[in-house]
């Protein structure tokens, strides 16, 4: 069962995550504060961590350099900050995702899955191979037919997400989300469009019929073919 680690100093709201949380499976323990939440990390292992910005006794900040000295698991903030600084800091330090109160709750579990699938133990492969496209992650390389096929930073972070979330529908959304913070700026649909055209280019035998990258008519696009 998943473990998941909740900072919340709001009891009630904790108290609505948690219950949520616990009706899709997830094991979650919620802690108050700072200092309840190292005392969770010192003594049990978790999958991921919410982490509420602002605590009585500290800051999700202070808390999530903490995680990263001691543990490798996945981070989203819940923050009632919704000032474009607060979201750029989490982003910067490292932090998977972030969700400003007020949301709903099958938005939060829905990026739950969403960071727990790109941080799966397939997301911590060096080489991800689909058909005759291979990425090597730790050199951030790609190949067909075993050439070098240049490709962008932004390429690159698109293709590998496809890649970790293979046979999945991944919807604009989540794409552009996923997108958004490289180099500060931000994506838009028309934009993503043209990347996906470019990778196409790249990868498909045949662009206009593509076999890796598919269209999902309304909602988004598949990695159509299975990666190992």
Same mark, same amino acid.
Do not use: C
């Given at each position: 069962?998943?473990?998941?680690?909740?900072?919340?100093d709001?009891?009630?709201?904790?108290?609505?995550?948690?219950?949520?949380?616990?009706?899709?499976?997830y094991?979650?323990?919620?802690?108050?504060?700072?200092?309840?939440?190292?005392?969770?990390?010192?003594?049990?292992?978790?999958?991921?961590?919410?982490?509420?910005? $602002? +605590?009585?006794? #500290? @800051?999700?900040?202070?808390?999530? *350099?903490?995680?990263?000295?001691?543990?490798?698991?996945? /981070? =989203?903030?819940?923050?009632?900050?919704?000032?474009?600084?607060?979201?750029v800091?989490?982003?910067?330090?490292?932090?998977?995702?972030?969700?400003?109160?007020?949301?709903?709750?099958?938005?939060?579990?829905?990026?739950?899955?969403?960071?727990?699938?790109?941080?799966?133990?397939?997301d911590?492969?060096? $080489? +991800?191979?689909? #058909? @005759?496209?291979?990425?090597?992650? *730790?050199?951030?390389?790609?190949?067909?037919?075993?050439? /070098? =096929?240049?490709?962008?930073?932004?390429?690159?972070?698109?293709?590998?997400?496809?890649?970790?979330?293979?046979?999945?529908?991944?919807?604009?959304?989540?794409?552009?989300?996923?997108?958004?913070?490289?180099?500060?700026?931000?994506?838009?649909?028309?934009?993503?469009?043209?990347?996906?055209?470019?990778?196409?280019?790249?990868?498909? @035998?045949?662009?206009?019929?593509?076999e890796?990258?598919?269209?999902?008519?309304?909602?988004?696009? =598949?990695?159509?073919?299975?990666?190992?």
């Amino acid at each position: 069962m998943i473990s998941i680690l909740m900072v919340e100093d709001d009891f009630s709201l904790g108290m609505g995550i948690k219950y949520a949380l616990e009706k899709e499976n997830y094991k979650v323990i919620h802690a108050t504060n700072k200092q309840e939440a190292e005392k969770e990390i010192q003594e049990q292992s978790f999958d991921l961590a919410l982490l509420d910005v $602002t +605590l009585p006794d #500290g @800051n999700g900040f202070e808390l999530f *350099n903490y995680i990263q000295e001691t543990r490798d698991i996945p /981070v =989203i903030f819940l923050t009632a900050l919704d000032e474009e600084v607060n979201v750029v800091t989490g982003l910067d330090m490292g932090a998977d995702d972030y969700i400003t109160k007020p949301f709903r709750l099958r938005e939060l579990i829905s990026r739950i899955n969403v960071v727990l699938r790109r941080t799966s133990k397939k997301d911590k492969k060096e $080489t +991800l191979t689909s #058909g @005759n496209i291979v990425l090597h992650s *730790n050199k951030m390389k790609m190949y067909k037919n075993s050439k /070098v =096929i240049d490709v962008t930073k932004s390429e690159y972070k698109l293709l590998y997400y496809f890649m970790v979330n293979d046979q999945q529908i991944l919807t604009k959304e989540q794409l552009l989300e996923h997108l958004w913070d490289i180099d500060g700026n931000y994506i838009d649909q028309n934009t993503l469009a043209v990347y996906i055209r470019r990778l196409r280019k790249k990868i498909e @035998n045949n662009p206009s019929q593509p076999e890796y990258i598919q269209t999902v008519r309304g909602v988004g696009y =598949i990695w159509n073919k299975k990666v190992i």
